[in-house]
Structures are given as structure tokens and as C-alpha cells.
């Protein structure tokens, strides 16, 4: 077992609206964003399991199935969306948001380094 204090976990400044603090273990990652209202996380897809989970604020979620429509969702504080593999997704902060995402396996590409469109 390994306790974890998010106070202690580094703050990333990934643009001037967007920050991340990462926890990864063996099979998952954990994500606490910070999005200001205005922040965009561009279209992108991904192999693993995503569950978003906001905390407070709102996020606009647009999600491709593949045929070319677009489903729109916006998450609400106290609301989460599971996005499947594979599934394209762009996220927009409609105000000041919190998320706690978790990804299953965990992000081997943002271990890397291979994480551009979060930038």
C-alpha cells in the first residue's frame, strides 16, 4: 500500500488555464486538473479506459463515435462520464473546473512524455 497526499504531489503547469498533479501505480493513473473557465483540452483519443469525475465547476465533453456525429455532454460538480477506449473526446471548462480523472491501464504515453495535445 502506498498513502498519498495530494499536497505533496507535484503541480504540472501544462498551459496558462491548465494544471495537473498525476499519480500513476501499477495498473491506473489518477488525475486532479485544474481547468480555468475557457480551457481546452483538444481532440484526442487514447487505448485506455477514462472515468471523469468533476468536482466542482463544469466541462463541456464532445465525443466522436467514430461515424462522424458528435455527441455533446456537459458534466456538472458531482458528475462523471465513462469514456471507452479508443472513443475521440475534446473537453472544454465552461467555468473554473476540478476533475479527478482515472484511466485503466494507466498512461504509459503521459509517462513518456507523449502527451502534446494536453499542451
Known sequence: ????????VPVEQLTKLATRQVLHTERMTLVRLVLRRGAVVALHSHENEQISTVVKG???FELGDGTGENTVITLLAGESLAIPPHVSHAVTAEEDTEVTDVFSPRR???????DAYLR
Not at 500500500?1 to 505533496?8: A, E, G, L, Y
Open 108 to 114: 504509459e504515453d503521459w509517462i513518456r512524455g507523449d
Open 58 to 60: 463544469a466541462l463541456r
Open 1 to 8: 500500500m502506498k498513502h498519498i497526499r495530494w499536497n505533496d
